[in-house]
């Protein structure tokens, strides 16, 4: 829909006015305002920084790359990951040996074998939020955490403990904004994908490695939920969790119209996909001799023994069937708009879609640009997920993140430990998975503990003052009355400035208004 329509439409209801506008944007589109950032949006133009944040390759983004290199994990590749992960592995093997034979356990909980992926692990986590509060790309990791999302890998699960990292950086980061079936076929070939669903244990009945193959295969391989190198009898048979998930989650939907017989054929069109051994480089690999030769027929396609090429047909096929369309379309108005997304808002990214073979800038600039993203009912009608909350506080707060894991760990303690989902369907983006009294309570909590560290707000002795100046920096003038008057209560026995702020600081990010967005 066309700029112009929208402002005719906005027209006939009552307006945002350009700072409600911007704050709208920033909430959705971003993690929050930084402080003074409402005001310059606004004065920029609210559509023209949105087109801006849409082509975000244009963007500087110096000092968060600057900041990148204090992570080392971005300086070890898949295969370094892979090759010291693998000696971590045999070396704990080891130790658990020695344990059994001399009944002293004491060597294997000094050594720490694993400490190093534990704390790898752990720099992932915090590399996300810090990406998150200092990015000036910030549309581009409000995707690249709702894709993770959609494509949900959890990091527990054995070899992914090493796969995720290249996962991210080199499978979801670098497709966030494009097409949406490039970016479903890279997923499909990610090794992270591939372990995580099992598919590289998926082979077509009776087939056989090569001979020379063979011990390879039976001491080095992927698909179980522990390493390649354990010895386990070679896999036998066709495994269905990828092409379930694949259907139910990724495109199609689960009222996507296909049946248990669908999945059993896409499964056998994903026979052979796997991944090498970690001494290869732990990379995506189609082995022939487990690929299903046989006729396979599915949503009115007919594949036939053509290899890998069978797997990227029927992706391509998926990516712009109407059904994915449609439930790709509902989770990014859902995302954007409201829990409950307007069918308006739907079809309009569905038609973008349609017109664009899926182009994911162009589906986002029709939910953009609908109606919908702009009614008043839609403004501070989403309740932040413990990422968000997180990260807008410390844009509001202006707090730069460091490169511990603290405030990764504090996004873990309020229910949403990053990339630690078990579930294919990642975590929920909907208030009601978020709000009860438990999380209420330690939401404050956490509020409290970042208020500690914000100093961009001056110490005022005056507390009408100080709530004023609180509520322009960190809700841009919309915090209610109820609260202000709640924060002034609690302010009224506190005579240390600095103590004041910090006490005002915690109950204004803790309270409910800045749990909307």
């Known amino acids: 829909m066309h ?148 494509f949900n890998v959890f990091v527990g699960k054995g070899a992914d403990r090493f796969l995720l990292p290249s996962y991210i950086e080199e499978t979801i980061r670098p497709r966030a904004l494009g097409r949406f079936d490039e970016l479903l076929i890279a997923t499909a070939e990610s090794p992270a994908m591939m372990f995580y669903l099992d598919n590289a244990q998926s082979v077509a009945p009776g087939s056989t490695p090569p001979r020379p193959l063979r011990s390879l295969f039976a001491r080095r391989r992927f698909g179980m939920n522990e390493m390649p190198e354990d010895r386990r009898r070679r896999p036998t048979g066709i495994n269905e969790n990828y092409a379930r998930e694949l259907l139910e989650l990724h495109t199609l939907g689960v009222d996507g119209g296909y049946t248990q017989q669908d999945i059993i054929e896409v499964a056998r069109i994903f026979t052979g996909w796997s991944i090498e051994p970690p001494d290869r480089g732990a990379g995506f690999v189609f082995r022939d001799w487990a690929h299903d030769r046989g006729t396979k027929r599915v949503f009115g396609l007919t594949f036939d023994d053509d290899g890998k090429d069978e797997g990227i047909r029927l992706l391509k096929f998926l990516a712009n069937q109407h059904a994915t369309m449609h439930h790709v379309s509902a989770k990014l108005c859902a995302r ?16 973008a879609w349609q017109k664009t073979h899926g182009d994911i800038r162009a589906v986002l600039r029709a939910i953009f640009t609908s109606p919908d993203f702009w009614t008043p009912q839609a403004t501070r009608s989403k309740v932040k997920t413990p990422l968000e909350f997180v990260v807008s506080a410390l844009r509001a707060t202006a707090i730069e993140p460091d490169d511990t894991p603290r405030f990764a760990q504090l996004v873990a303690r309020l229910g949403e430990p990053l990339y630690q989902q078990p579930a294919p369907t990642g975590y929920a983006e909907t208030e009601a998975h978020w709000v009860n009294s438990g999380a209420l309570l330690a939401r404050m909590n956490a509020a409290m503990a970042i208020a500690k560290d914000c100093s961009s707000i001056p110490a005022i002795e005056d507390h009408a003052q100080l709530v004023e100046t609180i509520d322009r920096q960190l809700l841009a003038g919309s915090m209610s009355a109820h609260t202000k008057s709640v924060i002034l209560e609690q302010l009224a026995d506190v005579t240390d400035p600095m103590q004041a702020r910090a006490l005002a600081v915690g109950l204004a990010l803790g309270g409910p208004d800045f749990q909307k967005q």
């Open 336 to 351: 954007f708009v409201a829990d409950e997304p307007p069918d308006g808002c739907i079809d309009a990214a569905v038609a």
């Open 3 to 150: 700029l112009f329509l929208v402002l005719a439409l906005a027209a006939q209801m009552p307006a945002l006015t350009p700072r409600d506008s911007a704050f709208h944007a920033l909430n959705r589109l971003a993690y929050g305002a930084r402080p003074g950032e409402v005001d310059s949006v606004a004065r920029f133009g609210v559509m023209k920084w949105i087109e801006r944040q849409l082509d975000a390759d244009h963007v500087s983004d110096s000092h968060l790359a600057q900041r990148e290199r204090e992570f080392k994990i971005l300086s070890y590749d898949r295969g370094d990951l892979a090759g010291r992960y693998r000696d971590a592995t045999r070396e704990r093997q080891r130790l658990q040996r020695e344990a059994a034979a001399t009944g002293d356990s004491t060597r294997i909980r000094d050594a720490h074998p694993m400490q190093e992926f534990r704390e790898l692990g752990g720099e992932l986590q915090q590399l996300a939020i810090v990406r998150a509060a200092l990015s000036e790309r910030q549309l581009h990791e409000i995707m690249v955490d709702f894709w993770t999302n959609h």
